[in-house]
């Protein structure tokens, strides 16, 4: 799955995408840039996410306590998930964190192109999408 996404995140962001919570509002740049950082580098404790995060130019003057916020509220979410602990050089333990499905979805369906995937799918596999779609609560055709 991840070089799936390396490669999603490879191709840049469309706007042509779905505007999903995770991507909106002030926290948008940041859980983008977090979901990348776990993406690529696999579970790491919110200080390790926090120091990686530092290492872009963008988020140089960035906190702690702020990334730390965004990883709590992310994983409330159901974007993240607790993959472990580990022990810190302190001698406490820290949660580990991952990207869950729904963040792999998300970052997928942030970069789709939805004209591209209507031309390139076939009748069957836009039945099956019809017919998941009519199944969530509130869906239509009409």
Known sequence: ??????????????????????????????NRAIFEILAIKGPLTAYQVYKH????????????SVVNRRIRELREQGYLKKAGETRTK????????ELTAKAYL???LKNINFET?????????AL?????LVKMKGMSVF
């Open 53 to 64: 995060i530092r290492k872009r130019k963008e988020f140089e003057g960035k906190y702690y």
């Open 128 to 132: 099956a999408l019809i017919a998941e």
């Open 106 to 108: 998300a970052l997928l």
């Open 117 to 125: 995937l209507l031309e390139r799918i076939n009748e069957k596999t």
């Open 1 to 30: 799955m991840n070089a799936l996404l390396i490669l999603v995140l490879a191709m840049g962001y469309e706007d042509e995408g779905l505007r999903l919570s995770a991507f909106k509002y002030r926290s948008a740049e940041l």
């Open 90 to 97: 302190a001698g406490f333990q820290a949660s580990l964190y």
